[in-house]
């Protein structure tokens, strides 16, 4: 079946802007510094590597996988035994990519959490061990060390056609498996200057961020570069130095006025609408148009002692149905709510609601940023 796209005609009827629900509305609320920014230079860092998951009962990777008998005859080689690549089998093992997160200030010794991957044509890495597996920053150079067994959350079970599998099987993880082996922590003790990023840029915000923190510490060290960056001078003249200085203003709340914004998913039909959303008054019309194209195969037989061939003739049907439009109007003070039961009341689907939303915007009478995923 195939369906046209949505069709939306709006009329506008003035340049108002609606009061956001009380029921969904979202206004200005109070925020802590710690939940809204972050230090600059104080980040994650991906680590990878490649490694081997052995164990597995015969559900590992195929003969034409070849890095995989590369590496275990390589990996053999180095304990001592010499043997032909050509008599290796790799049922039994899998080839893999090892990631994991390196967390801000971690010491060696420190564990973390692993993920492990299949890289080549295994089936299952249920039951598999990975052995030792240095993880590499983007640098070349190695800050951890992970290995031990798999955890999958799923199986796989039957054979013959018959299999039942539940969850991903080719994706583990390894709990505390890695071993951080090298220091990546920052020293706050020599910043003199202290930067917080805001994760949404935002003038107002930053401007308070630099205000409240004067005002805690009694004088003017904070002072707001741009949207997201507010900068702290004089960082450790506060006693305890920074770890101090991030304890306390970590805790202080500001006024946060959120932006208005409408986040659609049309894969998902997923539509997210913050409260303080504004309408221009205006009228929707809205109706779909589906089409239906069916192809059934029918024999066609000769007459008898005709000297025919029998021949399968495809017979194509085509059959259009339109729906008759509905109409919504919004009028003016009308909300985000009302606007969402009157798409919901005139049997608008969530991807139809995806598609009017689009328009809506596109009519100039959308107050609010359209983001779609």
């Known amino acids: ?53 052995v164990g597995l009962t015969r559900t590992g990777d195929s003969q034409q996988t070849v890095f995989s008998i590369q590496t275990l005859a390589n990996l053999l ?7 032909p690549p050509a008599s290796v089998r790799v049922n039994n093992i899998a080839a893999v990519f090892v990631t994991a997160t390196l967390p801000p200030f971690a010491r060696p010794g420190m564990k973390i959490d692993v993920t492990v991957s299949s890289i080549g044509d295994a089936k299952s ?21 992970a ?13 013959a056609g018959n299999t039942k599998i539940v969850n991903h099987l080719t994706v583990g993880r390894i709990p505390e498996g890695g071993i951080v082996e090298r220091d990546a922590a920052i020293a706050l003790g020599s910043m003199s200057t202290l930067s917080l990023l805001l994760r949404d840029p935002d003038f107002g915000a930053a401007q308070d961020i630099a205000a409240a923190i004067n005002k805690e510490l009694g004088k003017e060290v904070a002072h707001a570069v741009d949207s997201r960056r507010i900068e702290i001078t004089e960082s450790n003249a506060v006693i305890g130095g920074v770890p101090a200085l991030m304890a306390r203003v970590d805790e202080l709340a500001i006024r946060l006025h ?34 239906e194209i069916t192809t059934t195969f029918e024999v066609s037989q000769p007459e008898p002692l005709s000297k025919g061939e029998t021949t ?30 009157g798409l ?30």
């Open 77 to 83: 080689q180095r304990m001592g035994l010499q043997i």
């Open 1 to 53: 079946m195939l369906r046209t796209p949505v069709f939306a005609l709006l009329l506008l009827t003035g340049g108002f802007s609606a009061a956001p629900s009380a029921a969904a509305g979202e206004g200005p609320h109070d925020v802590r510094i710690k939940d809204i920014t972050t230090i600059e230079g104080v980040r994650d860092n991906p680590l990878m590597g490649y490694g081997v998951v």
């Open 312 to 341: 399968v003739v495809p017979q194509t049907q085509v059959q259009a149905t339109e729906k008759a439009a509905q109409l919504i109007q919004l009028k003016e003070g009308a909300t985000v709510e009302e606007l969402v039961r």
């Open 258 to 291: 959120p932006t208005s914004k409408v986040v659609v998913n049309e894969r998902t039909g997923t539509v997210v609408m913050g409260g303080a959303v504004t309408l221009g008054a205006c009228s929707i019309l809205h109706g779909n148009l589906a089409i």
């Open 125 to 145: 890495l249920a039951g598999g061990l990975l052995l030792m597996t240095p993880l590499k920053a983007s640098n070349g150079d190695v800050y951890a060390v």
């Open 147 to 159: 290995q031990g067994p798999l955890t999958l959350g799923g199986y796989s079970a039957g054979g």
């Open 344 to 373: 919901q009341t005139m049997g608008a689907t969530a991807r139809d609601i995806v598609s009017i939303l689009q328009a809506i915007k596109a009519a100039g009478a959308l107050e609010a940023t359209l983001e779609v995923l």
